[in-house]
């Protein structure tokens, strides 16, 4: 869609990428690491400066007290959770993944030689635990979670939580890998792995700086996770990247020192609201959108064509660039629903809007 987009000259509410400056801030952080002496090799679990940091961030946030060896720093989340698959899935394990999902989950699954069991959220995009309950076996190695959601925008409730406490009692061999990516851009309660203690002792949790702080393109990311699962994903990790560059990770480390990480719902928020207000005079239907930077719409009152035939057309004839919901269900699923990104400037909102609003 990005390339449809730049080819018809369109604005590009698809792919999830913020298009506004970075803080200056961060900016200079990164200029202080560049004039240091940071150039070499970092520790393959990464900066200690990092990961100490992490570890206050973790604190403060859901009152969680881990140490620096529960912490690795990766090349992005896809990283991280490709390194965590690799590492603990086999040849002949299931993997549990709840469509509509993010679209690098599934590959490393394969490339392992196990088998992805793609098994459809709720009409709402929450967890059906009944469904859940009954494709787990002893064959089912991981059950892989995204919250808040990407592409629906939603956040788990508590009884999401005790449904999977329980699942996870019922089944010692299962292992969690919990993707949390958003876990700052949160309009309502957003509940951390980190703060379950039933489960975070198996769990994998994974996030990234890379959409914490409009960073996409540095690549950098984290997981958290006991040591015996970490010996593991360590295999894996040192022969695939080894160590992540080393003047992003001090520049992080920095920066964390100074901001307010709780600031960054506020910045969404008032995006998100910017872009709903609008919107919602559109024939566009809302879906509610609790977290992450997307927006859910439904297209059924403008059009019956398929997602994937709307989203172009849209991109072409009206210039705006959208993902269709289907794209992220194994079964194609077509709900006429399409997904745009609202992390960017309020200008490219006001263009997009203008158009959507004449459709
Ligand atoms: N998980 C989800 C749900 C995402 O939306 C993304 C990025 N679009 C990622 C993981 C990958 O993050 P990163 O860019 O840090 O690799």
């Known amino acids: 869609m990005s390339a449809l987009a730049q080819e018809y000259n369109a604005i590009n509410l698809a792919q999830g990428f913020p298009n506004f400056h970075i803080d200056v801030q961060l900016q200079n952080a990164l200029v202080a690491a560049a004039n240091s002496n940071a150039h070499q090799y970092a520790p393959m679990a990464g900066l200690a400066e990092l990961r100490e940091e992490i570890v206050r961030l973790v604190a403060r946030q859901y009152h969680r007290n881990i140490t620096l060896n529960d912490i690795l720093i990766t090349a992005g989340a896809t990283q991280a959770i490709f390194t965590t698959i690799q590492a603990l899935v086999h040849s002949g394990d299931e993997v549990l993944i709840l469509d509509p999902s993010y679209d690098c989950y599934e590959s490393p699954v394969i490339l392992s030689g196990a088998k992805p069991i793609r098994l459809p959220l709720k009409f709402d995009f929450k967890p059906n635990w009944d469904l859940i309950n009954s494709k787990v076996s002893t064959k089912t190695r991981l059950l892989l979670i995204n919250n808040p959601h990407n592409p629906s ?3 788990w409730d508590e009884a999401d939580f ?6 996870m009692a019922a089944h010692p061999q299962l292992l969690l890998l919990s ?8 309009f309502e309660e957003h509940q951390s792995i980190h703060q379950r203690s039933a489960l975070r002792d198996r769990a994998i949790i994974i996030s990234s700086f890379g959409k914490t702080f409009h960073i996409t393109g540095w690549k950098i990311g984290y997981l958290v996770c006991p040591p015996e699962i970490m010996v593991e994903i360590q295999k894996v990790h040192q022969f695939l990247v080894f160590s992540v560059n080393s003047i992003a990770q001090l520049a992080l480390a920095s920066y964390l020192k100074e901001i307010d990480i709780n600031k960054l719902k506020i910045f969404y928020q008032e995006k998100r609201d910017f872009f709903r207000a609008q919107l919602e005079s559109s024939r566009f239907e809302l879906y509610p959108a609790q977290g992450s930077y997307f927006q859910l719409a439904s297209y059924a009152h403008i059009s019956d064509e398929p997602d994937t035939d709307f989203c172009i057309r849209l991109t072409k004839e009206n210039g705006v660039a959208a993902i269709p919901l289907s794209v992220f269900n194994a079964n194609g699923e077509d709900r006429k629903l399409v997904r745009f990104c609202y992390a960017k400037t309020n200008e490219t909102l006001q263009l997009a809007l203008d158009r959507l609003c004449k459709i």
Do not use: H, Q, S
């Not at 005790?162 to 699942?167: D, F, N, R, S, T």
């Not at 993707?179 to 949160?186: C, K, N, S």
């Open 153 to 155: 925008g939603t956040i």
């Open 162 to 167: 005790i449904a999977l406490e329980k699942l």
């Open 179 to 186: 993707d949390e990516v958003y876990e700052f851009i949160a």
